[in-house]
Structures are given as structure tokens and as C-alpha cells.
């Protein structure tokens, strides 16, 4: 706590436009060597840097002042400073003041500005350019110039992306609420792969949906069950890999515990000499798996599957499940899926279900599955569509976007008064 009160303390004294530039420069260095282990940023030193041109140092400044744009706040990247360094005359401070910012910013339009506990069970594959790259594009940047050009090459080239940014761009300032809420999204995208693959599933849990995507289209969106609040889905990418047919069911042991061990007829339950307790269901019309499993593996155990309780689908809200994805109509999808194989289609799965044996039919190709998190989606007229925060995440990530900013003003208006 008292370590937070001190980076807090820290953080109002940066924003002051009064504070002399050596004990800023100080006072920055202690703020990033402390949040830096939360945030997960890695570091340039000043001594490992280019020096940099002041054509360069402009262009850079003026990537800061339109931020804005990505859904960030200039006042985040110290734009005052760098345009006093440019002004003045010591080369040296200029480097030492642009490469920080240059760099700051790679991270952020890479790998996203909000780190740690605000990306709330978020285990996606970290995308922030490595430090090699970091210097690479440093290097290229600081005399050469093409400030802007390698700072765009960095962020999301999803369609989304581009769409939340075109609909920030015709939402009024005086809208915050929904400024806010486009920026949290646009900043999940930052999270986000660059290239998701030709062919890959994405389940958005606000949305309650699984599609599959070729070559950028939707192939086919279907309904799903998610993660209920006491167990939410965490948000993963994995491979898809096969498509199990009359799977057994391996009850977790959350499940197991929840249960205090003690299942009805239809279970087999194992114990071991040490007390343990396995159980697992059988493949059948009551497996809570339903007919069809969709192979994923992951250490959160989270796979998309069939279901008995199909009327579930019918509900607007459809977040029951203990973290798995149920999918409506899942042997559709799982005939597209395999259908690369050339040897399985809908009927195929339907013969083999009736067959009532057990079998797993691997992919021709892994197939990269993404479990997402977004509450607004773009429309292709400039619009939005927004969906439920099912689990509260929004407001740690509004909350962090905002927290620098929220800081300057306080510390403002406590000078003014």
C-alpha cells in the first residue's frame, strides 16, 4: 500500500507543468522502474539509443499529438517535454527524452498500454515487439526518420480495429461514456494477434457466439453458451486439433469438490487409496459433453462441445456453463471444421454418433482458436453494436486507460484552487 501511495504521489508530481525538468526527469525514472515489473514493459537505455535528429524528434511529436486517435492520451507520452527538448539545443537530452516516448509507444501500439491485473483473466499470446525489435526499430527511426510509417506497422490490422477507430473518430468528445467504451475495445485489439490465420474460430463470451472465419468472412456464426459469473471463461487462444465423437466427460475436480464427491447413477467414481476421488461420465444422450467435442488443448481445460440442455440456447444471456464453451448445432460446425479432411461431413458425424463408439478424428490442419472478450463490435456503416460486460471487465481497462490523465487533472485542479 504505502508503495502505491509513493508511485501515486509520483505519478501527480509528473503531470505538473511547473515541476522543473532534471527532477521530472528523476522522478519519471523511479515511476517506470516501479510500475515497470506490473506492466511488463521491457527497457532501452538511454545509453543503448541512437541519437536522434530533431526531424525525427517532430515527426514523433506529431504521432503524440493525434494519439488520440488509437484511443491513448497525448498527455500519457510527455508531449511538453519533448517539444522543450527539441526546442532547445542539447542533443544529447533530446535523445534521452525521445527514446523513452518512441519506445513507450512501440509497446502500447504493440502489445497494449494496460498490463497486469486490468486484463482480467486474459491469457492471450503476448504480441509487445521484443527489445530486439524494439532497437531495430529505433535505429531505423531515429535519424532516418518514417516515424509514423513504423509506428502504424505495429498496430492491429484487423478490420475491427480500423472500425472502432472510424466510429471514435464520429463520436462526440462530450461522450465519454461511449469514447470509453470504443477505447477499451480498440485496446483488447491491441492484445490481440496480429494475424489470427486464414482460417481460425473466434468466441466473443459478451456476444454468447462461435464463428468460423476463412479468409476473413464469416463462414458460419453459431450460438454459445458461456462461462456463468461464479465461473467465468478466461480468454485464451489455443489449436484445434480433432473432434472427439461420444466423448467421456473427466469432471473437474472444482466440479468434483462443489459436489462434496458424491455423484448419482450414470458416473463412474473412482477413489484411490490416498482419498482421492476421479469421476468421469460416459458417452450418451445425458453426457453433459452432449455428442460432440471439439479438441483444444489448453492448461484451463476449455473446449467447445455439445449439450443435453439445448433450451438454454433460446435465452438472450447465456452465460451457465461452468467455463466451457457449448455450442448450438456443434455438428455443423464440426463438419466444416473437418470438412478439409475430405473424409467427413454431416452425415458422417451423425452415422458416427449413432454408432455410439468413441473415436477422435483429428483436423487436416490445426485450426487457431481465439476465446475473446470484446462489449462493442464495429458495423460497416461507422456504427457500433455493444454487447452485456457479462463479467465487469470493462472498468479495470477504462479505468487504466484513463488513470494518467484522471491523475493530471486532479493535481490541476488542485493547483488552481
Same mark, same amino acid.
Given at each position: 500500500?504505502t508503495?502505491?501511495?509513493?508511485?501515486?504521489?509520483?505519478?501527480?508530481?509528473?503531470?505538473?507543468?511547473?515541476?522543473?525538468?532534471?527532477?521530472?526527469?528523476?522522478?519519471?525514472?523511479?515511476?517506470?522502474?516501479?510500475?515497470?515489473?506490473?506492466?511488463?514493459?521491457?527497457?532501452?537505455?538511454?545509453?543503448?539509443?541512437?541519437?536522434?535528429?530533431?526531424?525525427?524528434?517532430?515527426?514523433?511529436?506529431?504521432?503524440v499529438?493525434?494519439?488520440?486517435?488509437e484511443?491513448?492520451?497525448?498527455?500519457?507520452?510527455?508531449?511538453?517535454?519533448?517539444?522543450?527538448?527539441?526546442?532547445?539545443?542539447?542533443?544529447?537530452?533530446?535523445?534521452?527524452?525521445?527514446?523513452?516516448?518512441?519506445?513507450?509507444?512501440?509497446?502500447?501500439?504493440?502489445?497494449?498500454?494496460?498490463?497486469?491485473?486490468?486484463?482480467?483473466?486474459?491469457?492471450?499470446?503476448?504480441?509487445?515487439?521484443?527489445?530486439?525489435?524494439?532497437?531495430?526499430?529505433?535505429?531505423?527511426?531515429?535519424?532516418?526518420?518514417?516515424?509514423?510509417?513504423?509506428?502504424?506497422?505495429?498496430?492491429?490490422?484487423?478490420?475491427?480495429?480500423?472500425?472502432?477507430?472510424?466510429?471514435?473518430?464520429?463520436?462526440?468528445?462530450?461522450?465519454?461514456?461511449?469514447?470509453?467504451?470504443?477505447?477499451?475495445?480498440?485496446?483488447?485489439?491491441?492484445?490481440m494477434?496480429?494475424?489470427?490465420?486464414?482460417?481460425?474460430?473466434?468466441?466473443?463470451?459478451?456476444a454468447?457466439?462461435?464463428?468460423?472465419?476463412?479468409?476473413?468472412?464469416?463462414?458460419?456464426?453459431?450460438?454459445?453458451?458461456?462461462?456463468?459469473?461464479?465461473? @467465468?471463461? %478466461?480468454?485464451?487462444? +489455443?489449436?484445434? *486439433? !480433432?473432434?472427439?465423437?461420444?466423448?467421456?466427460?473427466? #469432471?473437474p475436480? $472444482?466440479?468434483?469438490?462443489?459436489?462434496?464427491?458424491?455423484?448419482?447413477?450414470?458416473?463412474?467414481?473412482?477413489?484411490?487409496?490416498?482419498?482421492?476421488?476421479s469421476?468421469r461420465?460416459?458417452?450418451?444422450?445425458r453426457?453433459?459433453?452432449?455428442?460432440?467435442?471439439?479438441?483444444?488443448?489448453n492448461q484451463?481445460?476449455?473446449?467447445?462441445?455439445?449439450?443435453?440442455?439445448?433450451?438454454?440456447?433460446?435465452?438472450?444471456?447465456?452465460?451457465?456453463?461452468?467455463?466451457?464453451?457449448?455450442?448450438?448445432n456443434?455438428?455443423?460446425?464440426?463438419?466444416?471444421?473437418?470438412?478439409?479432411?475430405?473424409?467427413?461431413?454431416?452425415?458422417?458425424?451423425?452415422?458416427?454418433?449413432?454408432?455410439?463408439?468413441?473415436?477422435?478424428?483429428?483436423?487436416?490442419? @490445426?485450426? %487457431?482458436?481465439?476465446? +475473446?472478450?470484446? *462489449? !462493442?463490435?464495429a458495423t460497416?456503416?461507422?456504427?457500433? #453494436?455493444?454487447? $452485456?460486460?457479462?463479467?465487469?471487465?470493462?472498468?479495470?481497462?477504462?479505468?487504466?486507460?484513463?488513470?494518467?490523465?484522471?491523475?493530471?487533472?486532479?493535481?490541476?485542479?488542485?493547483?488552481?484552487?
Amino acid at each position: 500500500m504505502t508503495r502505491s501511495l509513493r508511485l501515486s504521489a509520483l505519478v501527480l508530481l509528473l503531470a505538473s507543468p511547473t515541476m522543473p525538468g532534471a527532477i521530472q526527469s528523476a522522478a519519471r525514472a523511479q515511476v517506470t522502474a516501479q510500475a515497470q515489473p506490473q506492466m511488463g514493459y521491457q527497457t532501452i537505455t538511454s545509453e543503448q539509443a541512437p541519437a536522434w535528429s530533431r526531424d525525427s524528434a517532430r515527426e514523433l511529436l506529431a504521432y503524440v499529438e493525434h494519439i488520440g486517435q488509437e484511443g491513448l492520451d497525448p498527455a500519457d507520452y510527455n508531449p511538453d517535454r519533448l517539444r522543450a527538448a527539441i526546442a532547445g539545443n542539447d542533443d544529447a537530452a533530446l535523445t534521452q527524452v525521445a527514446t523513452p516516448i518512441f519506445i513507450r509507444l512501440v509497446q502500447d501500439l504493440s502489445g497494449g498500454a494496460v498490463r497486469g491485473r486490468a486484463r482480467v483473466d486474459w491469457h492471450m499470446t503476448d504480441v509487445t515487439l521484443d527489445t530486439a525489435g524494439q532497437q531495430r526499430l529505433l535505429a531505423q527511426v531515429a535519424r532516418g526518420g518514417g516515424v509514423g510509417v513504423a509506428l502504424d506497422s505495429l498496430l492491429p490490422t484487423h478490420p475491427q480495429y480500423a472500425g472502432l477507430k472510424r466510429a471514435l473518430a464520429n463520436t462526440p468528445e462530450s461522450d465519454t461514456a461511449r469514447r470509453d467504451l470504443i477505447r477499451t475495445n480498440m485496446e483488447r485489439w491491441r492484445w490481440m494477434p496480429r494475424t489470427l490465420g486464414a482460417r481460425h474460430v473466434l468466441v466473443n463470451v459478451p456476444a454468447f457466439t462461435a464463428a468460423l472465419v476463412d479468409d476473413g468472412h464469416v463462414t458460419t456464426r453459431h450460438r454459445a453458451v458461456v462461462g456463468a459469473v461464479r465461473t @467465468p471463461t %478466461p480468454q485464451l487462444n +489455443a489449436q484445434i *486439433t !480433432a473432434v472427439t465423437i461420444n466423448p467421456w466427460w473427466n #469432471v473437474p475436480q $472444482s466440479i468434483i469438490q462443489s459436489q462434496g464427491g458424491h455423484f448419482g447413477a450414470g458416473y463412474e467414481v473412482n477413489r484411490s487409496a490416498s482419498g482421492g476421488i476421479s469421476v468421469r461420465q460416459p458417452p450418451g444422450p445425458r453426457n453433459a459433453l452432449g455428442r460432440v467435442k471439439i479438441e483444444m488443448p489448453n492448461q484451463w481445460a476449455i473446449y467447445l462441445h455439445d449439450t443435453p440442455s439445448q433450451a438454454l440456447f433460446s435465452r438472450p444471456a447465456r452465460a451457465f456453463s461452468h467455463g466451457c464453451i457449448r455450442t448450438q448445432n456443434v455438428r455443423d460446425f464440426a463438419a466444416l471444421l473437418l470438412a478439409p479432411t475430405g473424409g467427413w461431413d454431416r452425415a458422417d458425424i451423425d452415422r458416427a454418433v449413432e454408432a455410439e463408439d468413441t473415436r477422435s478424428v483429428p483436423l487436416a490442419h @490445426p485450426i %487457431p482458436v481465439y476465446i +475473446a472478450y470484446f *462489449t !462493442a463490435a464495429a458495423t460497416s456503416d461507422g456504427d457500433i #453494436v455493444t454487447y $452485456s460486460d457479462v463479467y465487469g471487465r470493462d472498468a479495470p481497462v477504462r479505468q487504466a486507460l484513463n488513470h494518467l490523465a484522471s491523475a493530471a487533472s486532479q493535481q490541476q485542479a488542485s493547483a488552481a484552487n
